[in-house]
């Protein structure tokens, strides 16, 4: 499978598949059969193709000295437990050395189940008495993940929360500029089928996503006209699921047949995740990708490996957080453990990237 076009969702859509029956019913010879598919597909696609509506935009803006630097945590809400507070305590630290301009998370905002509402107490109590130091009184830009639906998701995304703490700003899927750089934040839990089909005991809270498949086909849709409006020479794409994984969860089926080729079509230069609760960095065999993975915001060791197609430059089982310091012709990625200490480093130049 390698054309995975965001229209190939409808195909697979039962409207079209009884379409799709039916010809081939009437129809031997199987070229006429595909010709009149392809027309009864066209002439449906205006009935069947949701408008799509802008990715909301944010910006922020760079330092005087033309840099920008911030870090990225994923998987964290857990009341300070599970090292929460240390992993808090090493990014104030780290936070107040690079000066940093913003906060990432990657979702898992609030374990197990998300916010039961806007008024729960589990917002102070994992977030804002958590992240007290003073370099991290910046812009939180988070995504949801998986155990964020599992509860009151509206909440999450709620402005109500804004009054509580200014610092959060939690939006499905937005675009967020800083001069050089675009970040395309992602809501990849509706991705997830299994999610839908097989939830075992969860509930999950589809409200303003159901049906899967629009949700999916408009998200790849706007995605992709955004990012070929881009002109940022940094693409950043942001979501809860990984594409690439060597630990617990691996890769994330979905994302790799119907988001990746989006990002590979339009030279996304890292994929930023979490849900695994470590932190790694994969590179692409066959594109300029880069499969980041900061998802030990507290609970890890899962002690799980498994290899996969791409190359692994960088896997840590342990709690930590990555920074990213950025400037129009360099990028700049660090890993950090419990104690603060540095344990990767890996960076990049545009000028190698056009020349390549
Ligand atoms: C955090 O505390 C709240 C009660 O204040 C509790 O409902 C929730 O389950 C706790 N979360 C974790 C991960 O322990
Ligand atoms: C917290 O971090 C320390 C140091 O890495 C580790 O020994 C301990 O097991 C961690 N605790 C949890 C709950 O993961």
Not at 95 to 113: A, C, K, M, R
């Amino acid at each position: 499978m390698t054309n995975h076009s965001p229209q190939l969702l409808w195909r697979n859509s039962s409207t079209l598949e009884s379409v799709f029956v039916v010809v081939m019913g009437t129809f031997a010879e199987k070229s006429i059969a595909l010709v009149l598919v392809l027309l009864a597909a066209s002439a449906m696609l205006p009935a069947l193709l949701p408008c799509s509506a802008e990715l909301q935009r944010f910006e922020h803006p760079i330092k005087p000295d033309g840099s920008l630097s911030l870090l990225v945590i994923g998987d964290w809400g857990r009341n300070g437990t599970f090292n929460q507070s240390e992993i808090a305590f090493q990014m104030g630290r780290t936070g107040q050395e690079l000066n940093i301009d913003f906060v990432i998370s990657t979702g898992d905002n609030f374990y197990e189940n998300g916010l039961t509402g806007v008024d729960d107490k589990q917002f102070e109590e994992s977030f804002t008495n958590v992240y007290t130091a003073k370099s991290l009184q910046k812009q939180w830009y988070s995504v949801l993940g998986n155990h964020d639906y599992r509860g009151d998701v509206l909440a999450q995304l709620s402005p109500i929360l804004r009054n509580i703490d200014s610092r959060w700003l939690c939006v499905r899927n937005f675009i967020l500029n800083a001069e050089f750089v675009d970040f395309f934040f992602v809501d990849t839990t509706p991705f997830v089928q299994t999610y839908w089909i097989n939830p075992e005991e969860h509930h999950y809270d589809w409200r303003d996503v159901a049906p899967r498949e629009t949700y999916i086909s408009n998200l790849l849709k706007d995605l992709d006209i955004a990012l070929k409006e881009s002109t940022a020479p940094w693409k950043f794409v942001v979501g809860h699921h990984t594409i690439r994984s060597v630990s617990d969860h691996g890769d994330t089926a979905e994302l790799s047949a119907f988001l990746l080729p989006v990002l590979k079509a339009n030279g996304v230069d890292m994929y930023i995740n979490g849900h695994d609760h470590c932190l790694e960095h994969i590179s692409s065999n066959d594109s300029p990708i880069q499969y980041i993975t900061s998802g030990g915001g507290s609970k890890a060791w899962r002690g799980i490996f498994v290899p996969n197609v791409d190359k692994l430059q960088y896997f840590y089982d342990g709690q930590g957080f990555m920074s990213m310091q950025l400037t129009r012709e360099v990028a700049e990625i660090a890993f950090y453990d419990v104690f603060g200490r540095t344990i990767y480093k890996w960076s990049t130049s545009k000028l190698r990237h056009q020349a390549a």
